[in-house]
T-cell receptor, first 114, second 114 residues
Framework: ETGVTQTPRHLVMGMTNKKSLKCEQH?????MYWYKQSAKKPLELMFV???????ENNSVPSRFSPECPNSSHLFLHLHTLQPEDSALYLC?????????????FGPGTRLTVL | AQSVTQPDIHITVSEGASLELRCNYS??????LFWYVQSPGQGLQLLLK??????LVQGIKGFEAEFKRSQSSFNLRKPSVHWSDAAEYFC????????????FGTGTRLTIIP
């Protein structure tokens, strides 16, 4: 248990569905991250939030829409996804953006797009 | 741009044997280096990190890693593996304090046989 929880753990959706992934951290951190983990590819950073403000969008398609209502919660809203978006989506949090702060990862949401 | 190479996709080791997982980076200066472990169904957990100083760093779970500037390597080692070490291992780098984003390698899957 890292203090970062993600729901749901598994999600199957059609290309026309709209769904949301939720991440919650109980560590009092200020920075939160979304990563995409695909088979045989390195982890890809998607979004970074610091004190609820987005500081990084790593050229992510607009069918992925993040939301950070407060420093403890992070959402990823999904719509009109493609089969190639099937992956494990990992959330992470960090006390601050500085490199010496450890990132703590949640267990991920396994997403399958049919 | 900096990159991280983990040349071994899959390694199989007998329980009790020693382990070395390879990681090479491409960057002119000294990056900040990390090793993470991902057990099945879990997020990533930090094993150890190197920022500066002693080039041999100790981590959790009995792991250590050695930074070798001349070889641009940061290999992970453990003298005697346990069945519970079966997991996927990721090397990661951060370029410098001005860019705290983690760049991950593709990972090495470790299988332990009795």
């Amino acid at each position: 248990e890292t203090g970062v929880t993600q729901t749901p753990r598994h999600l199957v959706m059609g290309m026309t569905n709209k769904k949301s992934l939720k991440c919650e951290q109980h560590l009092g951190h200020n920075a939160m991250y979304w990563y995409k983990q695909s088979a045989k590819k390195p982890l890809e950073l998607m979004f970074v939030y610091n004190f609820k403000e987005q500081t990084e969008n790593n050229s992510v398609p607009s069918r992925f829409s993040p939301e950070c209502p407060n420093s403890s919660h992070l959402f990823l809203h999904l719509h009109t996804l493609q089969p190639e978006d099937s992956a494990l989506y990992l959330c992470a949090s960090r006390a601050g953006l500085a490199v010496y702060n450890e990132q703590f990862f949640g267990p991920g949401t396994r997403l399958t797009v049919l | 741009a900096q990159s991280v190479t983990q040349p071994d996709i899959h390694i199989t080791v007998s329980e009790g044997a020693s382990l070395e997982l390879r990681c090479n980076y491409s960057y002119g200066a000294t990056p900040y280096l990390f090793w993470y472990v991902q057990s099945p169904g879990q997020g990533l957990q930090l094993l150890l990190k190197y920022f500066s100083g002693d080039t041999l760093v100790q981590g959790i779970k009995g792991f250590e890693a050695e930074f070798k500037r001349s070889q641009s390597s940061f290999n992970l080692r453990k003298p005697s593996v346990h069945w519970s070490d079966a997991a996927e291992y990721f090397c990661a780098v951060v370029k410098d304090f001005g860019n705290e984003k983690l760049t991950f390698g593709t990972g090495t899957r470790l299988t332990i046989i009795p």
